[in-house]
C-alpha cells in the first residue's frame, strides 16, 4: 500500500470521525455527556480502522520489500552460476567458454553455441550440471 493510499485512508477516516461526532451530538434525546461519550467511542473506533489499515499498509510494504529482494537474490544467483559455468568450461581445452553462450534463469542453464565432437558436447552439460544452483540444463549445443 502507497504512503497517497494510506493518507487517503486517513483523511477519509478523519471526515468519519467529524460526521460521527455530528451525528451523535444531533440526538436530542441524550444528554451532554452521553452526546460526548458517543462521540468519543466513534473517535476511538474510527482511530483503530486507520490503525488497521496503517498496519495492513505497513505489511504490503514489507511484502513487497521482501519480494524485491527475493528478485534480487535470485538474479546474483543465476548470475553467478552463469559465470562459474563459463569458468569450468574455459578450463576445459576443447570446449571454449567464448564459443558457448551460458544463459541462466532461476537456476535453468541454456547452452547455446558449438562444441567440437559430441562427447564434449555432454561434457559441458556435465560442467554446467555440477555447479552449485543449477535446476537443469537445456544444451542447444551444435557439434562443428
Known sequence: MSI????????AAIALLL??????CSDANKTAGE???????????????????????????KDAAAKATDSVKQVVSDATITT???AEL????????????????DGRVALKGTAPDSS???RATT????????ASVDNQLTVR
Open 4 to 11: 497517497n493510499r494510506t493518507t487517503t485512508h486517513a483523511a
Open 19 to 24: 460526521v460521527g461526532g455530528l451525528a451523535a
Open 35 to 61: 452526546k460526548v461519550d458517543a462521540a468519543v467511542a466513534s473517535t476511538e473506533r474510527k482511530a483503530d480502522e486507520v490503525k488497521a489499515d496503517i498496519k495492513a499498509g505497513a505489511a504490503d510494504v
Open 84 to 86: 562459474s559455468i563459463n
Open 90 to 105: 574455459a578450463k576445459d581445452k576443447a570446449l571454449s567458454a567464448l564459443k558457448i553462450n551460458v544463459d541462466t534463469k
Open 120 to 122: 564434449s558436447k555432454e
Open 127 to 134: 560442467l554446467a550440471a555440477a555447479v552449485t544452483g543449477v
